[in-house]
Nanobody
Framework: QVQLVESGGGSVQAGGSLRLSCAAS????????MGWFRQAPGKEREGVAH???????TYADSVKGRFTISKDNAKNTLYLQMNSLKPEDTGMYYC?????????????????WGQGTQVTVSS
């Protein structure tokens, strides 16, 4: 059974940092492409960062230079380091996994999702 469990969310002031983690189990973690998505109240879920099976990373323009996605295959864990946080970064953050390449920001292409972790950034 595939499971993704996020942690590390919380409340911070603008300019602060948080590190999200996503622990994966039940599949060959290293072969999957992984993504971080977020969803603010009343808005659609949007892609934030993506890392493929080879470790190549892609970021949404809104977070470039501030967020870093990484993974530890030995620990089956995905990370999102978030620095210089802004109030507009507030939302529920989800990690997701998919087997195919491409379609980085298409939520329908992702096979598995975590339950989410809340990030709140105050001004």
């Amino acid at each position: 059974q595939v499971q993704l469990v996020e942690s590390g969310g919380g409340s911070v002031q603008a300019g602060g940092s948080l590190r999200l983690s996503c622990a994966a189990s039940g599949y060959t973690y290293s072969r999957f492409c992984m993504g971080w998505f977020r969803q603010a109240p009343g808005k659609e879920r949007e892609g934030v960062a993506h890392i493929d099976s080879e470790g190549a990373t892609t970021y949404a323009d809104s977070v470039k230079g501030r967020f870093t996605i990484s993974k530890d295959n030995a620990k089956n864990t995905l990370y999102l380091q978030m620095n210089s946080l802004k109030p507009e970064d507030t939302g529920m953050y989800y990690c997701a996994a998919k087997t195919g390449a491409g379609f980085l920001w298409d939520t329908h292409k992702y096979n598995y999702w975590g339950q989410g972790t809340q990030v709140t950034v105050s001004s």
